[in-house]
C-alpha cells in the first residue's frame, strides 16, 4: 500500500492541526495504521495507532488527552487530529500500516510507511 502523509505546517503552541494520511493501492478497512514521529537529532517514536475497523485505539503517554487518531475506510484515509500543540510535538510525522490489523505500538510491525509531513510548533 502506498501513503501519502499531509497537513503538516507551522503553528502557535495551543494550537491545533489535523493530519491525514491517504492510502492508494489496498484498502485501509482490514489495516491498522499508526503513526509516528522523529524530532531532530531523536529516534523516532510511536504516537498513536488505530486497528482495521476504528474500534481500539492507542496513545503515547505524551499525546494521551490531546491527539485523536480516526479512520476513514470509505475514504481510505486516516486522520491524526492534534490539539494543544506544544514545542515538544515539532517533528516529522509518518503514517504507517500494518497488515494484522490490530494496535501495535513498534516501528518493526509496520509494514508500509508514507513518507513524512512536517509539524512545527512555536511558543
Known amino acids: 500500500v502506498q501513503l501519502q502523509a499531509s497537513g503538516g505546517g507551522s503553528v502557535q503552541a495551543g494550537a491545533s492541526l489535523r493530519l491525514s494520511c491517504a492510502a492508494s493501492?489496498?484498502?485501509?478497512?482490514?489495516?491498522?495504521m499508526g503513526w509516528f514521529r522523529q524530532a531532530p537529532g531523536k529516534e523516532r517514536e510511536f504516537v498513536a495507532a488505530?486497528?482495521?475497523?476504528?474500534?481500539?485505539?492507542f496513545y503515547a503517554d505524551s499525546v494521551k488527552g490531546r491527539f485523536t487518531i480516526s479512520k476513514d475506510n470509505a475514504k481510505n484515509t486516516v486522520y491524526l487530529q492534534m490539539n494543544s500543540l506544544k514545542p515538544e510535538d515539532t517533528a516529522v510525522y509518518y503514517c504507517?500500516?500494518?497488515?494484522?490489523?490490530?494496535?501495535?505500538?513498534?516501528?518493526?510491525?509496520?509494514?508500509?510507511w508514507g513518507q513524512g509531513t512536517q509539524v512545527t510548533v512555536s511558543s
Open positions: 504507517a500500516a500494518e497488515r494484522s490489523g490490530y494496535v501495535r505500538s513498534r516501528e518493526h510491525d509496520y509494514d508500509d
Open positions: 493501492g489496498r484498502t485501509l478497512s482490514r489495516l491498522a
Open positions: 488505530i486497528n482495521w475497523s476504528g474500534s481500539n485505539t
